[in-house]
């Protein structure tokens, strides 16, 4: 079946600290891939997307993400953490064939400490 | 430029009443159109999506409904409200070349 998983529901880091956000997808095929990020009672904001090419994606805000096919994976990094990127974080996906459907992880909160 | 207008960004509603949310899309054609539902604590769940007028895809079994009576419109319904169907709604719109998804600010429902 086709599913995206974010295992982690909560993070907590120091302020300056590197970041990781684990993504996981299962899905025969490679999907289309995005990070998306959700600040308290606001709408989405786009970091970044990958469809295809370099596995390396830079996005908004200093934020990366990297596709790794073998781990059917896209994690998402930012190698230092400001208060401001408190918020949650949603990994989503879209499966080919499937009417552009955008299928979203459960989410992680990151919470950032001073 | 492409713009979403979603209304509206709060409300309040009694258990039982009726619900009438509003998503317009504007400055494109022929979007497809979706409805997501985000309950307190938990993910973006996907509620209907629609690739034409009148064409309309559930995605699970619910007390809501979706219309879209034109092009740019997507309205998301319900006869009687219950508790459960309280939290965050996003209406969004998609076009397929080049693949980019743009969200509207959301209306937080609270049945009550």
């Known amino acids: 079946a086709q599913s995206v998983t974010q295992p982690d529901i909560h993070i907590t880091v120091s302020e300056g600290a590197s970041l990781e956000l684990r993504c996981n997808y299962s899905?025969?095929?490679?999907?289309?891939l995005f990070w998306y990020v959700q600040s308290p009672g606001q709408g989405l904001q786009l970091l970044l997307k990958y469809f295809s090419g370099d596995t390396l994606v830079q996005g908004i805000k200093g934020f990366e993400a990297e596709f790794k096919r073998s781990q059917s994976s896209f994690n998402l990094r930012k190698p230092s953490v400001h208060w401001s990127d408190a918020a949650e974080y949603f990994c989503a996906v879209v499966f080919t064939g499937t009417a552009s459907k955008l299928t979203f992880g459960t989410g992680t909160r990151l919470q950032v400490t001073l | 430029s492409q713009t979403i207008h979603q209304w509206p960004a709060t409300l309040v509603q009694p258990v039982g009443s009726p619900l009438s949310l509003e998503c317009t899309v504007e400055g494109t054609s022929n979007p497809n159109l979706y409805w997501y539902r985000q309950a307190a604590g938990r993910g973006l769940q996907l509620l209907f999506y629609s690739v034409g007028i009148g064409q309309i895809s559930s995605e699970v079994p619910q007390n809501l409904s979706a219309s879209r009576p034109q092009d740019r419109q997507f309205i998301l319904s319900s006869k009687k409200l219950l508790l459960s169907d309280s939290g965050f709604y996003l209406c969004?719109?998609?076009?397929?070349?080049?693949?980019?998804?743009?969200f509207g600010s959301g209306t937080r429902l609270t049945v009550v």
């Open positions: 969004a719109w998609s076009r397929d070349r080049p693949l980019d998804y743009t």
């Open positions: 899905y025969g095929a490679t999907p289309y």
